[in-house]
């Protein structure tokens, strides 16, 4: 069953995942309908594809499966529409005075010559610009709602793609929908590979398997990674692009000579997490050939700590301590219970007998 209808009231709306119950004025008599309607307002014109069903505490309801927003087009929509404060210093009473003038053409002026609602009283130039972009950024929001929807991408993400890429967001998904994958939440590479090829992306172009590559390592990269094995690289962009593995590794070698990412002793790196590491790591030589300011009789002041707080440190804790003030930097790690925190009271104890300052991050207490 499908109807059509412009929203007369918004009941309830859920910003998480745009569940909206809402008045529909269906030839001037009001339906409830109730669904994933995300991004709709007081005045739009909705066609909804759904069924009746009686609820039990609120009677009557049309329940949406699937609906689509029609920008409006007879003088009376338009007029409410626009009245219904979606757009941003255009109220019921100046809503009137546009349509009133420009009628069946109010829409195209909106869009397309905003410069003659200045003729309208009270409209100055500043505000028919304004106008205009407010009408044609809720028409553009629409429109990547419904690009999305044809590749089964939820609506909730069309708010974002348009503020990461803004009017002409569709063509550049179109040149290239791979640039979707830093941009969506929730939605995997096979969905967006899916889009790609419909979109005309050859099965087996350099373009479509560096994409893979890059989004392999950027999976692997929010599990903690910052590289990849090579072989284990290619198995995985091979299995879930189902290309040849010659293939991924000639783009690997090409992605290589473009710095995109970088092979290091048989890893893959992004190009940012290689120079991140390498940044770290030069600081870190820095740091080491720093001079260490040496504490005297180090081992006698750990004893006299484990007699005065009544601890009993293993050798490999004291050596521990002891690296610690011994070098410029130390790393030390270990599982659950093996004795870090204890280790670092050991050394602040130390540090006040020295009167040394200390920085203290993020400490387990």
């Given amino acids: 069953m499908e109807?059509?209808?412009?929203?007369?009231?918004?009941?309830?709306?859920?910003?998480?995942?745009?569940y909206t119950v809402c008045n529909l004025d269906v030839n001037s008599e009001l339906i409830t309908a109730v669904g994933t309607m995300p991004f709709i307002s007081v005045g739009d014109i909705i066609k909804a594809d759904g069924s009746l069903?009686?609820?039990a505490l609120y009677g009557e309801q049309f329940k949406v499966n699937s609906f689509e927003k029609i920008m409006p087009s007879t003088v009376v929509e338009v007029e409410k529409y626009l009245g219904s404060g979606i757009i941003k210093g255009v109220g019921p009473a100046t809503s009137k005075k546009i349509v009133s003038k420009f009628g069946e053409d109010t829409v195209n002026v909106l869009r397309f010559e905003p410069y003659k609602l200045v003729e309208i009283s009270g409209i100055t130039s500043s505000k028919a610009t304004q106008?205009?972009?407010?009408?044609?950024?809720?028409?553009?929001?629409?429109?990547?709602?419904?690009?999305?929807?044809?590749?089964?991408?939820?609506?909730?993400?069309?708010?974002?793609?348009?503020k990461e890429l803004g009017f002409n967001a569709i063509d550049k998904i179109k040149d290239n929908p791979y640039i979707l994958l830093k941009i969506l939440h929730g939605v995997g590479f096979e969905t967006i590979d899916r889009m790609a090829i419909s979109l005309?992306?050859?099965?087996?172009?350099?373009f479509r398997i560096s994409s893979?590559?890059?989004?392999?390592?950027?999976?692997?990269?929010?599990n903690g990674n910052?590289?990849?094995?090579?072989?284990?690289?290619?198995?995985y962009v091979s299995n879930v692009l189902k290309v040849p593995e010659e293939l991924v590794?000639?783009?690997?070698?090409?992605?290589?000579?473009?710095?995109?990412?970088?092979l290091e002793d048989g890893y893959i790196y992004l190009s940012n997490y290689f120079e991140a590491e390498d940044s770290i790591a030069r600081r870190v030589m820095m740091l080491c050939n720093d001079k260490v300011k040496r504490i005297v009789n180090i081992e006698s002041k750990i004893k006299d700590i484990e007699q005065k707080i009544r601890i009993d440190l293993s050798d490999e804790q004291k050596k521990a301590i002891q690296m610690a003030f011994n070098n410029k930097i130390a790393i030390i790690t270990g599982g659950p219970g093996t004795g870090k925190t204890t280790i670092i009271k050991t050394i602040l104890k130390i540090t006040e007998i020295e009167k040394m300052d200390v920085a203290l991050c993020a400490p387990t207490r």
């Fill in 3 to 18: 109807i059509k209808g412009q929203v007369d009231s918004i009941v309830y709306y859920n910003e998480e995942n745009g």
């Fill in 212 to 222: 893979g590559i890059k989004y392999a390592l950027s999976l692997s990269s929010r």
């Fill in 226 to 235: 910052t590289c990849s094995k090579k072989e284990e690289l290619i198995n």
């Fill in 131 to 162: 106008i205009s972009e407010e009408f044609n950024k809720e028409w553009q929001l629409w429109q990547i709602v419904l690009f999305l929807q044809k590749y089964d991408i939820g609506a909730t993400n069309s708010n974002r793609v348009y």
């Fill in 249 to 262: 590794e000639n783009e690997l070698t090409s992605l290589s000579y473009s710095k995109e990412i970088y």
């Fill in 200 to 206: 005309g992306v050859d099965y087996n172009s350099n």
């Fill in 53 to 55: 069903v009686n609820h």
